[in-house]
C-alpha cells in the first residue's frame, strides 16, 4: 500500500514569513493529493488539493507543488497570519478511497 | 460545518461496557469513512462504506464493528474496549464514485475508555 511521510513534525515561523511542510510518497499509482488544515480542537477541513496531471495550484496565500518524478509534493503558505496556526495533514491517495495520511504538522505563527 | 454531524461528541466507558458511535451526512454523498486519530500518529483509516457496501477493513480488531444501514447514515459499535482504545474518531464521507474525492470530516467523539 501507499506510505505517505510529512516533514517537519512541528514548524514555527514568524507572521508574515513563509511556511513550507513537505511529503513524500510511495506509490506511482497515486494521483491525488490533499492538504487538509485542523485547528486545536476542530475537524480537518480540505485547504487545498492537486491533481497528478498538474505539477502547482495555487489559491491565495496558500499554494501545492508536485513533483511526480520525484514523489513529492509541498505545500507554500506565503504572509502568515496567526490564524494559519494548526495541524496540517498531507495525504496520497490512488483512485479507490482510501486516503493516506501524512503524520501531521504542527504550525505555529508567532505574532 | 452541519454537512457531517457526530454523536456523542464525548464518550467515557469502561472496558465492560457497549457503546455505539453514530455519524450522519446531509451532503447527498455515497461514501462514509471511520477514521481513529490518536496523539502523534497519523489519522488511521478504520473502514470504508460505498453505496452501503464495506469496502475496506484495514485489520481492525472485532471489537470495532462498524455499520451502514443507508447512504446517509454509519454506526460504530464498540464492545470490550482497551486503554489504548482512548482516541478521537471522525467520521468523514465523500461522493464514492471514484476515489479522489474531497472527504468532509465530523467534528468527531472523543473517546476514553477507563
Known amino acids: 500500500g501507499e506510505n505517505v511521510e510529512q516533514h517537519p513534525s512541528t514548524l514555527s515561523v514568524q507572521e508574515g514569513d513563509s511556511a513550507v511542510i513537505k511529503c513524500t510518497y510511495s506509490?506511482?499509482?497515486?494521483?491525488?493529493f490533499p492538504w487538509y488544515k485542523q485547528e486545536l480542537g476542530k475537524r480537518p477541513q480540505l485547504i487545498i488539493d492537486?491533481?497528478?496531471?498538474?505539477g502547482e495550484k495555487k489559491d491565495q496565500r496558500i499554494a501545492v507543488t508536485l513533483n511526480k518524478t520525484a514523489k513529492h509534493f509541498s505545500l507554500h503558505i506565503t504572509e502568515t497570519q496567526p490564524e494559519d496556526s494548526a495541524v496540517y495533514f498531507c495525504?496520497?491517495?490512488?483512485?479507490?478511497?482510501?486516503?493516506?495520511f501524512g503524520t501531521g504538522t504542527s504550525l505555529t505563527v508567532i505574532p | 460545518e452541519t454537512g457531517v454531524t457526530q454523536t456523542p461528541r464525548h464518550l467515557v466507558m469502561g472496558m465492560t461496557n457497549k457503546k455505539s458511535l453514530k455519524c450522519e451526512q446531509h451532503?447527498?454523498?455515497?461514501?462514509m469513512y471511520w477514521y481513529k486519530q490518536s496523539a502523534k500518529k497519523p489519522l488511521e483509516l478504520m473502514f470504508v462504506?460505498?453505496?452501503?457496501?464495506?469496502?475496506e477493513n484495514n485489520s481492525v480488531p472485532s471489537r470495532f464493528s462498524p455499520e451502514c444501514p443507508n447512504s446517509s447514515h454509519l454506526f460504530l459499535h464498540l464492545h470490550t474496549l482497551q486503554p489504548e482504545d482512548s482516541a478521537l474518531y471522525l467520521c468523514a464521507s465523500s461522493q464514492g464514485n471514484t476515489g479522489g474525492d474531497e472527504q468532509f470530516f465530523g467534528p468527531g467523539t472523543r473517546l476514553t475508555v477507563l
Open positions: 462504506y460505498n453505496f452501503k457496501e464495506q469496502t
Open positions: 506509490d506511482s499509482a497515486s494521483n491525488y
Open positions: 451532503l447527498g454523498h455515497n461514501a
Open positions: 492537486i491533481r497528478s496531471n498538474v
Open positions: 495525504a496520497g491517495t490512488d483512485t479507490g478511497n482510501q486516503f493516506y
